[in-house]
């Protein structure tokens, strides 16, 4: 949706599903970049999760998954953009 809204102003726009917490999957997004473009000027990351509902009801596994994403995501996005910047 938002690559098709991109093209139809002009721009150009891939789309690369991934799970930020697999490392591996964020290294594939910078591969689909660089294909695409042949480097990577800016890096934005943006992604989150968020949980809604009472604290005592929510389970472990729900916050975990929290920090995994906000967190984690953050981080290996990071550390894969700034990989590619210094080469």
């Known amino acids: 949706m938002v690559v098709r809204a ?3 102003h002009g ?4 789309a690369c599903a991934a799970d930020l917490t697999d490392p591996a999957a964020v290294e594939r997004i910078r591969d689909a970049a660089v294909a695409a473009y042949g ?3 800016v890096w934005v990351n943006c992604a989150a ?3 809604v509902g ?3 009801d929510m389970p472990i ?8 994403v906000n967190l984690m ?3 290996n996005g990071s550390r894969v953009a700034l990989s590619q910047f210094r080469t």
């Open 73 to 75: 995501g953050c981080v």
């Open 6 to 8: 991109c093209h139809e």
């Open 54 to 56: 009472r604290f005592e």
């Open 39 to 41: 480097r990577i000027d």
């Open 61 to 68: 596994e729900a916050f975990r998954r929290v920090i995994d």
């Open 11 to 14: 721009a150009e726009a891939v």
């Open 49 to 51: 999760v968020l949980m």
